[in-house]
């Protein structure tokens, strides 16, 4: 911006120069003229002078002739004033050049200076010429005047009449603007200066050759001069011209064109700033966005005024801040999903684990307690005993269950369902949970797609909400159960992540109730998450809506504030598979097929013997073995086996091998995979097709079953009716 000012101020300085130099020369160009044009005026005055000196010298020439050579006739006119208005010197010479009269109607003219001037001009012959009397410059004409006849040598005498030059030069002041000199020899006799002036410029003269420029009591004049009589003493007449008028204009005109110069500099220094200023600070709030933005300062005000292209980058800049902002905003969501994930993940390992031993053991006291309430007679005391152990194993089992369902472990056996024959279903079971004093609705979506899942563990999933908000309701309130076809578009699923874009079915179970707080919310999953009082609530029930919906590739979605209610929204896959039809083939009976053996394999001895004493006691023959190895060699050495009950995890070989393996050689061998949970991770393609699966912990009924069904179902390889999830 300085350099810009110091442009401008430069140009215009420089332009104003120019200016002036021009205007300076063309001033002294005019005061040339103007001092030329007053000579010529001069002169021209001069000569009508001269002529009508002429004209009264003929005049008294031939009066004087008329009166014979009298002077008194020179005296006579001298007197007569009309003869004396052109006139101011009258003079009168005999033949022999000597003044006989001598007249002036000035001040006294010397009579020895007249005829030394008089007997110069004779000299010289001529007509005209400049006489000073020491005091005053005259122009004077002389005339010889003859007697009859007129020749040369009748000469009577010579008239001689002469105009005075007023010293002051008054005449000559009025018809020009220049000053007029007179000079005789190197004295100023005449001259319309000012005195001091004057004498300042007859020193000057006298001093050295001409000068074109005088400079007078500090005024400066362009002096012309022309000689009007050569001689000793020439006679001139010296124009000055002063420059001061025109000078004085052109100060004016200088100090004009000072004063538009510096309203130009300081109009363009306005102007220069303004334009800068309104250039530069959009940018320079810009470059403090920028920086501010570096140090992660989100809410540093970006403004952007009017259309222009810097403008236009700052809402460019302001959009992409906020696109950042809602990524970086997005990113802490992200992680801390992340980090709950990883945690519900690590939490469910554990869970997983532990349920897998649970359901080891769950089977040997559940099955021994099954076995000891046979054996027993209807009226024995120990049978109320019996009851409590199979009592507590149960709920043992539902527990583990749940676990499992949480660690997403657990075995689902998914079916394309319709939600709203679903939820109908469970109506009459959910209005025994629901209070009196809570208003339950269903309110059914139309055409509602279909969904795969489990439908036990939806149950599951239906009931563990409806349990929570009747709990959330203790004086009353309402709930509301919805279903509903929803496309989520990006936008939304930006707001339900880890939701993706794509059709749902969302299944909302809403409450009035007492809603819950952020501290609250953020931990409702976590299994044995409770708010409820000691005995009251495991913690459980939201853990395994979590599993489950997740297992069945869904989301779940909370909205609650404390006082407001709560809401949960359950988002499941839309599937474009008709629902499955329960299977018309009638329940197998528990009854033996004695066409060939039960091989039964189980690293867990308990559970091993436990399962070969409810075959036998189903009347089926049965081979043992803990593991895989074992297996096959006792595959090996019996006769035909029909069905293979395998556990999953086992040491050295896993139970799908140890299948794969027998199958291969017994095409007929009907394959049943015990196991209480789903490993992580595990693909699904290593188990059999065709294959079935038999959950732990299990009963005798379960067990011989499984078997039965297995024994009656001649399965066409490639075709499953259920499958392992
Ligand atoms: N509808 C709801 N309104 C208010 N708070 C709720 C609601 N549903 C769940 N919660 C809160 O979440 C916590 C965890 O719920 P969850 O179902 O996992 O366990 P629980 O109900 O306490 O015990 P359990 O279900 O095992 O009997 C509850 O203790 C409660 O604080
Ligand atoms: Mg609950």
């Not at 050295?208 to 005088?214: A, L, R």
């Not at 124009?239 to 004016?252: I, M, P, T, W």
């Not at 969501?333 to 990883?342: D, M, S």
């Not at 099954?370 to 152990?389: C, F, H, S, V, Y």
Request: aromatic share 6%; with cysteine; glycine share 8%.
């Amino acid at each position: 911006m300085l350099s810009l000012a110091v442009v401008t101020t430069g140009l215009t300085w420089a332009t104003l120069l120019i200016v002036r130099r021009t205007a300076e020369g063309r001033v002294q160009r005019e005061i040339r003229e103007e001092s030329q044009n007053a000579m010529v005026t001069f002169q021209v005055l001069q000569h009508g002078h001269g002529v009508a000196l002429l004209r009264k010298a003929d005049l008294l020439a031939s009066l004087v002739t008329m009166r014979n050579g009298d002077p008194a006739a020179i005296e006579d006119v001298g007197k007569d004033p009309w003869h004396s208005d052109e006139c101011d010197l009258m003079v009168l010479a005999d033949a022999g050049g000597r003044i006989v009269a001598l007249h002036t109607t000035m001040d006294e003219f010397p009579l020895a200076t007249a005829q030394e001037a008089l007997t110069h001009a004779l000299k010289e012959r001529s007509s005209t010429g400049w006489w000073y009397s020491g005091t005053r410059l005259y122009q004077v004409v002389l005339k010889p005047f003859y007697g009859v006849p007129p020749t040369k040598n009748n000469l009577l005498g010579t008239v001689i009449v002469g105009r005075g030059i007023d010293p002051e030069a008054t005449e000559l002041r009025r018809v020009s603007s220049s000053h007029v000199a007179f000079r005789f020899g190197n004295d100023i006799v005449a001259s319309t200066l000012p005195l001091f002036k004057e004498q300042q410029f007859a020193a000057q003269l006298g001093a050295g050759p001409w000068k074109e420029q005088v400079t007078l009591d500090g005024e400066r004049f362009f002096t012309s001069a022309i000689e009007l009589t050569a001689g000793a003493k020439p006679v001139s007449i010296i124009v000055l011209k002063s420059y001061n008028d025109s000078l004085a204009y052109l100060e004016k005109q200088n100090q004009l064109l000072g004063g538009l110069g510096i309203l130009a500099v300081l109009t363009g220094g306005v102007l220069v700033f303004a334009i800068s200023d309104r250039f530069t600070r959009p940018l320079a709030r810009l470059a403090a966005a920028v920086q501010a933005l570096e140090k992660a300062d989100f809410s540093y005000p970006v403004v952007a005024e009017g259309s222009d292209e810097v403008a236009q980058v700052t809402r460019a800049f302001d959009r992409m801040r906020k696109t950042l902002k809602s990524d970086e905003s997005l990113k802490h969501q992200l992680e801390e999903q992340l980090r709950q994930a990883q945690k519900m993940e690590a939490v469910g390992r554990l869970a997983g684990g532990v349920a897998h031993d649970f359901n080891n053991l769950l089977t040997i006291i559940k099955g021994h307690g099954d076995l000891i309430l046979e054996k027993l007679q209807a009226n024995d005391p120990l049978q109320r005993n019996a009851n409590q152990i199979e009592k507590a194993a149960n709920r043992a089992v539902s527990l583990t269950r749940q676990l499992l369902a949480f660690s997403r472990m657990q075995v689902l056996e998914p079916k394309v369902l319709d939600l709203n024959a679903l939820v109908a279903e469970m109506c009459s079971l959910l209005k025994r949970l629901v209070r009196e004093d809570i208003s339950f609705t269903f309110k059914a979506g139309e055409s509602l797609g279909r969904v795969k899942a489990d439908p036990g563990q939806i149950e599951q999933v239906i009931m563990n909400l409806t349990v929570n908000a009747c709990d959330a309701m203790p004086t009353g309130g309402k709930l509301i159960v919805e279903t509903r076809n929803v496309c989520v578009d990006e936008a939304t699923a930006k707001t339900r992540t880890p939701l993706l874009a794509g059709d749902y079915i969302r299944l909302s179970v809403e409450d009035t109730g007492h809603g819950m707080d952020a501290a609250t919310k953020e931990r409702i999953f976590e299994p044995f998450f409770t708010t409820k009082e000691l005995g009251k609530g495991t913690g459980l029930g939201l853990a395994t809506v979590y599993g489950v919906v997740k297992q069945s590739g869904g989301c779940i979605w909370v909205e609650s504030e404390p006082g407001k209610g709560t809401r949960f929204e359950v988002y499941l896959p839309v599937v474009e598979q008709t629902e499955d039809q329960p299977s018309q083939e009638s329940a197998p009976k528990n009854e033996a097929q004695h066409t060939g053996a039960v091989l039964i394999v189980e690293d867990e001895e308990a559970v091993r013997e436990l399962a070969a004493e409810f075959m036998k006691s189903a009347g089926y023959t049965v081979l043992t073995a803990s593991d895989g190895m074992e297996a096959l060699e006792v595959a090996k050495r019996a006769g035909p086996i029909r069905v293979l009950v395998t556990d999953i995890v086992m040491p050295n070989m896993r139970g799908p091998e140890l299948a794969k393996l027998l199958k291969a050689s017994r095409k007929n061998l009907k394959v049943i995979y015990m196991s209480g949970y789903l490993e992580f991770h595990k693909a699904d393609d290593e188990f059999l097709e065709g294959s079935y699966f038999l959950q732990k912990p299990f009963s005798r009924d379960s067990l011989v079953s499984k078997v039965t069904e297995a024994l009656k179902q001649n399965r066409v390889a490639g075709s499953t009716t259920r499958q392992l999830v």
